[in-house]
T-cell receptor, first 114, second 111 residues
Framework: KQEVTQIPAALSVPEGENLVLNCSFTDSAIYNLQWFRQDPGKGLTSLLLIQSSQREQTSGRLNASLDKSSGRSTLYIAASQPGDSATYLC?????????????FGTGTKLQVIP | NAGVTQTPKFRILKIGQSMTLQCTQDMNHNYMYWYRQDPGMGLKLIYYSVGAGITDKGEVPNGYNVSRSTTEDFPLRLELAAPSQTSVYFCATATGGSEAFFGQGTRLTVV
């Protein structure tokens, strides 16, 4: 059974700081890894998708890395802003009995203080 | 491009009532999923579908039913609502091995 863990559960940083969010998974037979952002009371917004054959993906101030062999991914946020405050979730889809099952981490709640 | 549309956004049910949460997608994705998210918890899979006419149970299917008569629609039915079903429900779509897209959620309270 795939288990996805995100550490830390919560993080508070001053504006402008660079930060790293961590995601670890127990089964490396994944299709890809996806990072989402969730604002309070809202749905999930996709941030980055890393295919299983890739090592990293970048979008603006966000950089996500993937190390399948160690079962880890990191989301790096450069020059954090108050608007980055949200909960960040990672998700890993994999084949489970012939279908694509997606397992989510419980998220890291980020607060960027002005 | 609407993506994934869920209705309603909010609903209050009395214990024992039933309702259907609607999910419609216009991306022609074969995979569709229903998740629930409880406060401070991760997303738990209720049901999923790999295509029209094919559905199967996820981790927490009890108290729910689904159908998938078309590629676009994947309604979630609650029969005999219970307080334990108070949650936020998310519908998602994907193609095999690709990015998942989520609806904005339905916040359900059972009183």
């Amino acid at each position: 059974k795939q288990e996805v863990t995100q550490i830390p559960a919560a993080l508070s940083v001053p504006e402008g700081e660079n930060l790293v969010l961590n995601c670890s998974f127990t089964d490396s037979a994944i299709y890809n890894l996806q990072w989402f952002r969730q604002d309070p009371g809202k749905g999930l917004t996709s941030l980055l998708l890393i295919q299983s054959s890739q090592r990293e993906q970048t979008s603006g101030r966000l950089n996500a890395s993937l190390d399948k062999s160690s079962g880890r991914s990191t989301l790096y946020i450069a020059a954090s802003q108050p608007g980055d405050s949200a909960t960040y979730l990672c998700a890993v889809p994999m084949n489970s009995g012939g279908y694509q099952k997606v397992t989510f981490g419980t998220g890291t709640k980020l607060q960027v203080i002005p | 491009n609407a993506g994934v549309t869920q209705t309603p956004k909010f609903r209050i049910l009395k214990i024992g009532q039933s309702m259907t949460l609607q999910c419609t997608q216009d991306m022609n994705h074969n995979y569709m999923y229903w998740y629930r998210q409880d406060p401070g918890m991760g997303l738990k899979l209720i049901y999923y579908s790999v295509g029209a006419g094919i559905t199967d149970k996820g981790e927490v299917p009890n108290g729910y039913n689904v159908s998938r008569s078309t590629t676009e629609d994947f309604p979630l039915r609650l029969e005999l609502a219970a307080p334990s079903q108070t949650s936020v429900y998310f519908c998602a779509t994907a193609t095999g091995g690709s990015e998942a897209f989520f609806g904005q959620g339905t916040r359900l309270t059972v009183v």
